[in-house]
C-alpha cells in the first residue's frame, strides 16, 4: 500500500517539473507578441530569452533541490 502511495506523489511532482517551462514560455510570447520589430531581431530576442530562461529554472530548480537534501 506505500508503494502506490510513494508512487502517485512521484508521478505528481514528475507533472509539475514541465510548470516552469510553461510559464517562462508564456511570458516570452507574451512579451515579444507586443514588440513592433523586424522579425529576425524578434527570433534573436526569443532564442536568447529562452536560453536565459532555461538557465534560471537550472540553477532555480538546483537550489531547491539542495535546500531539500540537506
Known amino acids: 500500500m506505500s508503494d ?3 508512487q502517485k506523489l512521484n508521478l ?3 507533472q509539475l517539473r514541465l510548470v516552469p517551462y510553461l510559464t517562462i514560455g508564456s511570458l516570452i510570447f507574451y512579451f515579444n507578441s507586443n514588440l513592433d520589430l523586424n522579425y529576425i531581431v524578434k527570433g534573436y530576442l526569443v532564442l536568447m530569452e529562452c536560453q536565459l530562461g532555461i538557465i534560471f529554472i537550472y540553477f532555480l530548480t538546483a ?3 539542495n535546500k531539500t537534501h540537506k
Open 63 to 65: 537550489k531547491i533541490t
Open 4 to 6: 502506490f502511495n510513494n
Open 12 to 14: 505528481k511532482f514528475h
